[in-house]
T-cell receptor, first 112, second 112 residues
Framework: DAGVIQSPRHEVTEMGQEVTLRCKPI?????LFWYRQTMMRGLELLIY????????DSGMPEDRFSAKMPNASFSTLKIQPSEPRDSAVYFC??????????FGPGTRLTVL | GENVEQHPSTLSVQEGDSAVIKCTYS??????FPWYKQELGKRPQLIID?????GEKKDQRIAVTLNKTAKHFSLHITETQPEDSAVYFC???????????FGIGTKLQVIP
């Protein structure tokens, strides 16, 4: 298994642009998580899905952020419009019923 | 919701010495406590975990202890090696949900 796959690995964009981050979870995992990591706030859970259904999005910072999971093998996190304070590393993780989470390599986002 | 506090934020030890990282949690219903290691520029990876029905768990040079009454748990690394240098995150998980709340992280530096 290739593990959790994220793309792109690096994204540099200008303020106001739309950013779309992508994630492919481990096959068979039925939970998917999106995290944001910054030096100041550490690892923050943004949203998580179970069987493609969003369960808890209380960590999504504001309406500029949205996440979808159209099927069991794909999820997106979209920021529109992006702002410099959105610069961070965004991780996707997946898990089975057992709570151990397997993280993807992350997407380093820089908003200029 | 759950609140996890972790300290110290940074820790430097001489190679061969022991390192201890401590975490406290607020939700008495939490019943699963994983520890993740994140090397520089890499993804977090689970290194050890403990469930609430166990007081201590050991895996080679790594051990975790849990005190449910006091609501705190600790990571112990013995005979530290330079490759132990990383950021370590504790986390707490409430039963019935996959949502895990992470501590802020501890940057461990092992000095050769």
């Amino acid at each position: 298994d290739a593990g959790v796959i994220q793309s792109p690995r690096h994204e540099v964009t200008e303020m106001g642009q739309e950013v779309t981050l992508r994630c492919k979870p481990i096959s068979g995992h039925d939970y998917l998580f999106w995290y944001r990591q910054t030096m100041m706030r550490g690892l923050e859970l943004l949203i998580y899905f179970n069987n493609n259904v969003p369960i808890d999005d209380s960590g999504m910072p504001e309406d500029r952020f949205s996440a979808k999971m159209p099927n069991a093998s794909f999820s997106t996190l979209k920021i529109q419009p992006s702002e410099p304070r959105d610069s961070a590393v965004y991780f996707c993780a997946s898990s089975l019923v057992h709570p151990e989470q397997f993280f993807g390599p992350g997407t380093r986002l820089t908003v200029l | 919701g759950e609140n996890v506090e972790q300290h110290p934020s940074t820790l430097s030890v001489q190679e061969g010495d022991s390192a201890v990282i401590k975490c406290t949690y607020s939700d008495s219903a939490s019943n699963y406590f994983p520890w993740y290691k994140q090397e520089l520029g890499k993804r977090p990876q689970l290194i050890i975990d403990i469930r609430s029905n166990v007081g201590e768990k050991k895996d080679q040079r790594i051990a975790v202890t849990l005190n449910k009454t006091a609501k705190h748990f600790s990571l112990h690394i013995t005979e530290t090696q330079p490759e132990d240098s990383a950021v370590y995150f504790c986390a707490a998980h409430s039963g019935g949900y996959q949502k895990v709340t992470f501590g802020i992280g501890t940057k461990l530096q092992v000095i050769p």
